[in-house]
């Protein structure tokens, strides 16, 4: 993700950069929009003009950020399911990320804690869910259909291997223990052999 | 859970009682010693006098219903590896828990996402996350050795189960959708049957 922010073109990049570093220096609690402020180049009084409170703000970044993730899911080009289910995994949950990577995943899931008092997160949050859990469902659809994967109820695998991965992310954010989430892409992708994949897929 | 603080009769269980109401009703973030101390049914002093804060507070709350889940997992007489791990994941992650359950877990969620600033709670997450990784793994160590499961990477495939029932919940508690939780159980109870039960035990 980090990549994202390297050029700031417009104002509105400009100012989601400063959103991205302020979150990773300050953690979502410490994060206030005069500390926003000190990390955007340009003028402060750009951001005060564009946004009233930091929820505000922080629910803009949350839809930028889904924004990327969706057009970067459409401009995938690779097709072969299972090969796609795999770059997906990784994209999402990233076995071994930076330290910067590492701080932004905390600040985003103790956004995510806040959806129940939070509907503008809220919205964000379940835009984000049913954008990966739709794009796992149409893979394992692909895959029936190209006879590659076995007969499965796509959608409920799709739920399932997405709660699989967010939870292996979610415990290693909150315990940083990062060998637990290598373990867990480990027994997925032998789920994925063992119980998507046909007998002529795994030959 | 909402049992353990039916009958409350030393003084550590009544702030405990005490502590459990305060959490639903106010979530962690809205959970402060005075708004303890309103649902306290003893002298508030007597609170003071244990607790200088709120985080010391939590934090005992945490480690007592550790207690509690360790004695309650050393009491189960479920032997048979199968029910035993199906009985632990009907502890964990109820499928259908009432309102009471689900306010109680978002207060938990929110106390886990703050595991990085918070050194005392994370002790006890940790110990949390140990102890059901250990429990998961001792069962399926006694199935290997009793034939009902392969011969798997215990601790591995400990670990993948708990993330994907944790990562269920959470989605869950974050998003109020409790019907990915029933689905997300469906497969995982499909990924025991076809990955770890020995054919002889499938039949």
Known sequence: MTEWFETTETTEEAIMAATYRALR????AGTTIS????????SQSLLYYHYDDKDDLLADFL????????A????????????????LLDKLAPVDPDVERR?????????RAQTPHQPVYREQFERSDALIVDDITATIEAGIEEGVFETVAAEQTAE???????GA?????TLGQ???LAQTRRELDRYIETRLLTVEASE
Chains 1, 2 share one sequence.
Do not use: N
């Not at 220096?25 to 979502?28: I, M, R, S, T, V």
């Not at 500390?35 to 340009?42: D, Q, V």
């Not at 701080?103 to 956004?111: C, D, G, R, S, T």
């Open 160 to 166: 399932y291997i997405y709660s699989t991965l967010y």
């Open 63 to 70: 839809s930028y950020l889904l924004d990327r993730l969706e």
């Open 72 to 87: 970067d899911l459409r401009a995938t080009t690779v097709t072969e399911p299972r090969e796609r289910l795999e770059a």
């Open 35 to 42: 500390r926003i402020g000190e990390e955007f180049e340009k």
């Open 25 to 28: 220096a300050h953690g979502y």
């Open 103 to 111: 701080q932004f995943f905390q600040a985003l899931l103790e956004m």
């Open 169 to 173: 992310l979610d415990r290693c954010v």
């Open 178 to 180: 990062w060998d637990s």
